[in-house]
């Protein structure tokens, strides 16, 4: 069976600093854009879509509330050595929401888009 594509949408401000920030930081491929309103940026099977005010997903709902970026969900990437990508990516200035919690599964540390959405750095444990 072929690996599907997984997809998620993030509420972002601005889908050029989105972009800038998911491709130079974490290693995000571009696959298209439309920006101010839309672009889309995979990484192995994980195809993440960067949705802008002006795009459809963000338009207001039904009651007049508008989506908006941040929150608590967040996507969850793997990594081989924490530590060195917690330097790599501070260096770079890269805003953090917390420092690296350890746990019996493993450590993470919790990043912050541009847009304050959040995305997950994880070593798992023995690793």
Same mark, same amino acid.
């Given at each position: 069976m072929a690996e599907a594509m997984v997809n998620v949408r993030y %509420?972002?401000?601005?889908?050029?600093?989105?972009?800038?920030?998911?491709t130079q930081h974490l290693g995000f491929t571009l696959l298209t854009s439309a920006a101010?309103?839309?672009a889309d940026v995979a990484?192995?099977? !994980?195809r993440l879509l960067l949705s802008g005010a002006k795009s459809s997903a963000?338009?207001?709902?039904?009651?007049?509330?508008?989506p908006q970026p941040?929150?608590?969900?967040? %996507?969850?990437l793997i990594v081989e050595d924490l530590a060195a990508d917690v330097a790599r990516l501070r260096a770079a200035g890269v805003q953090f929401r917390n420092d690296i919690v350890t746990g019996p599964g493993g450590?993470? %540390? !919790?990043?912050?888009?541009?847009?304050?959405?959040?995305?997950e750095l994880f070593q798992p444990a023995g690793r």
């Amino acid at each position: 069976m072929a690996e599907a594509m997984v997809n998620v949408r993030y %509420i972002v401000d601005d889908v050029d600093a989105a972009v800038a920030w998911y491709t130079q930081h974490l290693g995000f491929t571009l696959l298209t854009s439309a920006a101010p309103a839309f672009a889309d940026v995979a990484l192995g099977s !994980l195809r993440l879509l960067l949705s802008g005010a002006k795009s459809s997903a963000g338009r207001p709902m039904a009651d007049g509330e508008r989506p908006q970026p941040g929150g608590w969900n967040r %996507i969850h990437l793997i990594v081989e050595d924490l530590a060195a990508d917690v330097a790599r990516l501070r260096a770079a200035g890269v805003q953090f929401r917390n420092d690296i919690v350890t746990g019996p599964g493993g450590s993470q %540390i !919790l990043l912050k888009d541009p847009a304050g959405n959040l995305v997950e750095l994880f070593q798992p444990a023995g690793r």
